[in-house]
């Protein structure tokens, strides 16, 4: 199956089932007749009719596509959205020719863009919108504000118009503000609760004291320092000495650098990393800094309380100068033993690769804990320099990618100084 025929498979494997007012036509396959004489025939012919209407929006009613299957109503109008993205040619339903294209004016966009929204789910339509930039160099249509108030946002049209963002005239600027806002808001209301929380308990645990309260009290710790002190004749331990949780004061306990590649191809890391450095800004416990970079070095330290500012603040696209990146960073630690540094980069280094090397060695040698992040999306295993991951790994600091949902516990690990929950799927990581 070619590239867009699949697409078009994904796309129509989400539609919304529809009702028919209009019975459809079609050739019925001889096993229908079969079927009719048993005792559940029609729950059965109703199960075929529906894997026909399925496979029919799927392969796009081609000659070749041996359904048989005509489509009316509803069923017609989606399969005319999914035409004009994926269509390939080949004759239309009144004998009219078919081609993937949605024309060059932003009305007929509009008009698809309300279709697909009305015959699929958002998950489906963000999808198809994705597509349609990539397929059909819709881009531009994106720099009118009567576009952006008709798109379903998502983390990848976030991409697509911070990449877009200085040539979008000053009249599309407001109204991509709003829409980068809206998904700003979305994403912090997911994930800022259960990342405050987590940190919140690693920082606790992260300050140890000896005199502890009961129910502070640290069990591990403290009967790994007690062994020698074993009663075999009790098979007990006398614990000399408690170990406990501390509770994090209103002090910063912890130092947390985020360095972000601002590469064309990490457009949903610099999204997620924005919004993550913005719900670890306002803990007061961690003093963070957010760092982005391509071959130039930006620190959007100062405009961490709004993470849409720090996003029309970064360049997307460019060159990449990790080793640059991270002197600048190096330069900004004070409390080495005390400080995460966070490197979020697909590691494709156009800078001196043995000086980044350097850099990352000094770093974990002064007490630094150190993170490489390939990727802080869900867009599953990301393209990287598998080189440089596993020079890096070799260092003691694993590149992997990370989920947003994982990103916490991440974070949490490091604070704490204990092995990472690096996914088991990620070629480039190391053994625990």
Not at 30 to 47: F, G, K, M, N, Q
Not at 208 to 231: E, F, G, S, V
Request: charged share 25%.
């Amino acid at each position: 199956m070619s590239t867009g025929a699949t697409d078009r498979a994904d796309a129509a494997e989400g539609a919304v089932p529809t009702e028919r007012a209009v019975p459809t036509e079609r050739a019925v396959p001889t096993e229908h007749a079969v079927l009719t004489d048993h005792p559940d025939a029609t729950d059965r012919a109703d199960a075929l009719d529906e894997r026909l209407r399925r496979w029919r929006l799927v392969l796009g009613g081609e000659e070749a596509d041996g359904t048989g299957c005509s489509l009316a109503g509803r069923d017609a109008a989606m399969d005319g959205a999914l035409s004009a993205l994926y269509g390939k040619g080949g004759k239309a339903r009144a004998g009219r020719e078919r081609s993937a294209g949605l024309g060059a004016s932003a009305p007929s966009v509009a008009r698809w863009l309300g279709d697909i929204r009305t015959y699929f789910p958002s998950s489906v339509v963000q999808v198809m919108q994705r597509d349609a930039i990539d397929r059909l160099g819709l881009s531009t249509l994106l720099l009118e504000p009567e576009m952006l108030e008709a798109v379903e946002a998502d983390v990848h049209l976030v991409g697509t118009l911070l990449s877009l963002n200085k040539a979008m005239p000053e009249t599309t600027k407001e109204t991509a503000r709003a829409v980068v806002r809206k998904v700003v808001e979305d994403l912090e209301k997911r994930l800022a609760t259960r990342t405050r929380a987590t940190l919140t308990g690693a920082l606790d645990r992260s300050a140890r004291i000896n005199r502890p309260r009961h129910h502070d009290i640290d069990w591990n710790r403290t009967i790994a320092a007690n062994l020698k002190h074993y009663l075999p004749e009790y098979r007990t331990i006398v614990p000399e000495r408690l170990i406990g949780y501390g509770r994090a004061s209103q002090s910063v306990k912890k130092e947390v650098v985020l360095c972000i590649d601002q590469s064309g191809s990490m457009a949903a890391s610099v999204v997620y990393a924005s919004v993550f450095g913005a719900v670890l800004s306002s803990m007061r416990s961690i003093n963070t800094r957010l760092v982005v970079f391509d071959t130039a070095v930006v620190d959007l330290t100062d405009q961490l309380d709004d993470p849409v500012d720090v996003l029309f603040g970064t360049q997307l696209g460019g060159g990449t100068d990790i080793n640059r990146a991270l002197a600048y960073c190096q330069s900004q630690i004070t409390r080495p033993a005390d400080t995460v540094v966070v490197l979020i980069s697909d590691l494709y280094e156009g800078g001196i690769r043995n000086e980044m090397l350097k850099r990352v060695a000094a770093m974990k040698a002064s007490g630094v804990q150190f993170v490489t992040l390939l990727a802080l999306s869900d867009e599953g295993t990301p393209a990287y320099d598998r080189e440089h991951a596993a020079a890096l790994a070799a260092l003691g600091a694993p590149a992997f990618a990370c989920t947003p949902d994982l990103f916490p516990e991440v974070m949490a690990a490091a604070i704490e100084k204990r092995p990472l929950p690096i996914p088991d799927t990620d070629i480039g990581s190391p053994t625990r």
